[in-house]
């Protein structure tokens, strides 16, 4: 198995523009996690999927951020418009029901 | 709430010798897992502790749980450099679709 795969890994671009990331979970995963990550505040949930529903959003900053789920095979975590504040490490991790959560190698994210 | 503590945040340690870190929960939960993250890397799990009493060993890294209270353990024994990483535990959050809260991570420098 290719493990969780993102896109792109590295992202520079400057504040107000449209930001998509993207995330393949692991086949047969049915859970899937946007996380956050930065030297200040660590690793936060942003927001979270079950068979393509999302369940909690309750850590996605604001308005600015969206997530979707249109299939089992696919997400993304969109930033419109970006700001420099977003910049950021943002993890994509599937699990199984309660196994393991299996974390994606992430997408550098700068906001000039 | 679940609330998640790890302490230390930071532990530098010399080569050779033996140290702890711990992890205290403030809410039942029925699984705990640590997991590594390397500088720049993404978090690779580590250990999955299900039940009381559960210890699990991997090299020089020994994990235990008590859910009575609501503590797990991360044991390093003769610590060699290549020890040195982040050391996250997370614990299940309830529910079927895999929510975990994560601690704030453990910094870990190995010095020779």
């Known amino acids: 198995d290719a493990g969780v795969i993102q896109s792109p890994r590295h992202e520079v671009t400057e504040m107000g523009q449209e930001v998509t990331l993207r995330c393949k979970p692991i086949?047969?995963?049915?859970?899937l996690f946007w996380y956050r990550q930065t030297m200040m505040r660590g690793l936060e949930l942003l927001i979270y999927?079950?068979?393509?529903?999302?369940?909690?959003d309750s850590g996605m900053p604001e308005d600015r951020f969206s997530a979707k789920m249109p299939n089992a095979s696919f997400s993304t975590l969109k930033i419109q418009p970006s700001e420099p504040r977003d910049s950021a490490v943002y993890f994509c991790?599937?699990?199984?029901?309660?196994?393991?959560?299996?974390f994606g190698p992430g997408t550098r994210l700068t906001v000039l | 709430e679940l609330k998640v503590e790890q302490n230390p945040l930071f532990l530098s340690m010399q080569e050779g010798k033996n140290y702890t870190i711990y992890c205290n929960y403030s809410?039942?939960?029925?699984?705990l897992y640590w997991y590594r993250q390397d500088p720049g890397k993404s978090l690779e799990s580590l250990f999955v502790?299900?039940?009381?009493?559960a210890v699990k060993q991997e090299g020089r890294l020994m994990a235990s749980l008590d859910t009575k209270a609501r503590l797990s353990t991360l044991h390093i024994t003769a610590a060699v450099h290549d020890l040195s990483a982040t050391y996250f535990c997370?614990?299940?959050?309830?529910?079927?679709?895999?929510?975990?809260?994560f601690g704030k991570g453990t910094k870990l420098s190995v010095k020779p």
């Open positions: 991790a599937s699990t199984i029901n309660t196994d393991t959560q299996y």
């Open positions: 086949s047969g995963h049915n859970s």
């Open positions: 999927f079950n068979n393509n529903v999302p369940i909690d």
């Open positions: 809410t039942t939960s029925d699984r």
């Open positions: 502790l299900l039940s009381n009493g």
């Open positions: 997370a614990v299940g959050a309830g529910g079927s679709q895999g929510n975990l809260i």
